[in-house]
């Protein structure tokens, strides 16, 4: 039987967190279905195409698909940085972020190329005829193109145009999570750059790191945008960084320290409900990205080491498989009429909508753990047989 109990004592991280027994995986897939809910705004087409998180965040503009990838990029940072530290060199290291991120990845774009995305043609032209030409919006090169997680193509074969996502004046995409997988396969580079250097072992250079990015995200959030010029102009200075993306860094960094520091970093009830509290009222009032952001990355952690499931972990990880097939999947929902502006809109409303994204996008990433994800991570290893 699953169990959630709460560990009696604080202290260190390093002291509290059990690897075996924690809530990681169920944070994980929570944030997932997050993503799922925010999502189901703009590609159901309710609420004005914005999750009600958005609006209580005022001028910032957060909504809980922001905060969910924000948590995913700590809690990332805060497992990556020890999977270097227990990597025998920085080779396996790269080859565990592979095994681990590309299968799921490569299956949501064949997935989207030769399933879903044929059902939609024939369900607007009722029959595959020229849905396989070629050409730079043809299933071939949707895959070819996005392979390395770079998404150079969002749509396939002009569809999905009807759907409330299109209407809303939106790149159409028929899988607008995709994007955030670069950025993180590049937190994944810098941490293998200054480890094969030497410098993990060095702490105070990944707090340099964090502070950096930390920097350029409150400038970017406190420069408004103007007319003829670039939102957050002066993150120009940093290469990887499109404009609004430094604070997932920051994040990812931020949870480098967690991991760094857990001898000294103090696990505290007190703290968490403090940080929670606080990192609310600055989503609300202002000051989330300077501020609030990482009160909410210390009250993961907390929830994290503090609270335990062990059987969950035995049940396996379907957060990531959710989280990259569960944008199709509201896609294909809102193609076929399950959406405000659809067939069955009288029938289907916004939390049926919710409610039926949810139950299919979970079902998606379980399979997606039990039939191809678990076997991947059986690679980490190397392909030698042991005995």
Known sequence: MNRLTVTMREGTLASVFDSKSNTLTLVRWGLALLVVISHSFPLGGYHGGVDPAFHLSGPQGVDLGALAVAGFFVLSGFLITRSFQTSKNVGWYFWKRI?????????????????????AWIHEHHNLAGYFSSGPQSPWHFVFSNFFLTVHQ??????????PYAS???????????????????????????GYLGLLRH?????FL????????????????????????????????????AKLFFMFFLGSCFTLFREELIISDKMAVSALVSSVLFFHYG????????????????FVARVKLSTLQKLGDPSYGTYVLAFPIQMMLA?????????????????????????????????????????????????????
Request: charged share 10%.
């Open 168 to 194: 809303g004046g939106s790149v159409v995409a028929w899988n607008g999570s995709l994007w955030t997988l670069i950025f993180e396969a590049r937190c994944y580079i810098i941490v293998g750059i200054v």
């Open 99 to 119: 095994v681990r991120i590309m299968p799921a990845f490569w299956l949501s774009l064949l997935l989207v190329a030769f399933v879903f995305a044929p059902l």
């Open 335 to 387: 193609e076929y009429g399950y959406s405000s502006k659809g067939h069955f809109s009288g029938t289907v409303g916004e939390l049926e909508y919710i409610i039926i994204s949810l139950v299919l996008s979970s079902i998606a990433g379980y399979l997606s753990w039990q039939l191809l994800e678990k076997h991947a991570m059986k690679l980490k290893n190397g392909f030698r047989r042991t005995t």
């Open 154 to 163: 969002w749509n396939i074969q002009g569809l999905l145009s009807s759907t």
């Open 287 to 302: 000051g989330f990205t300077a501020l609030g952001l990482a009160l909410f990355g210390y009250f993961l952690i907390w």
């Open 203 to 207: 702490r105070w250079t990944i707090v």
């Open 210 to 245: 964090t502070a950096l990015f930390y920097l350029v995200s409150v400038l970017d959030a406190a420069i408004p945008a103007t007319t003829g010029a670039p939102h957050g102009m002066l993150q120009t200075l940093a290469i990887w960084i499109p404009n609004g993306n």
